[in-house]
């Protein structure tokens, strides 16, 4: 069998440095533009709807292919690693999450054809 990725664990800035966060790595550049387009959605809806659809879009994305593991909890308790999960969470830490988290991506080289 070969392995393509695996779990990383994701560093984050302050305020988020004591966050701690093990997703699956971007192993697949289609994946990578994937979520770089999200972001870009989010950062360029100009409307209430628009940020709501792109972030639930991020939070869906990072959840099924991120598959992360966290340690976040609010008041009410732990915040499941799930697309209503991240509900719960601030804008700007799913935001530096995603961030994080395409960092894991590391192009291959391409090799010469013959």
């Known amino acids: ?5 695996g779990r990383v664990p994701l560093t984050l800035a302050a ?11 971007i192993d697949a550049e289609p994946v990578r ?3 770089a387009h999200r972001v870009a959605q989010y950062l360029e809806a100009d409307d209430i709807g628009a940020q709501v659809a ?3 879009a991020l939070a869906s994305i990072l959840v099924s292919d991120g598959r ?3 340690d976040l909890v609010t008041a009410k308790g732990p915040v499941p690693p799930t697309e209503s ?4 969470i601030p804008t700007a830490l799913l935001l530096a999450l995603v961030d ?6 590391e192009p291959k080289p391409r090799r010469k054809r013959a």
């Open 15 to 25: 305020p988020w440095s004591a966050v701690r966060c093990e997703v699956d790595s």
């Open 85 to 88: 999960g991240c509900l719960f």
């Open 68 to 70: 992360p593991v966290w």
């Open 54 to 56: 792109a972030r639930e």
């Open 1 to 5: 069998m070969f392995a393509i990725g």
């Open 100 to 105: 994080a988290w395409l960092d894991t991506f």
């Open 33 to 35: 533009q994937l979520v």
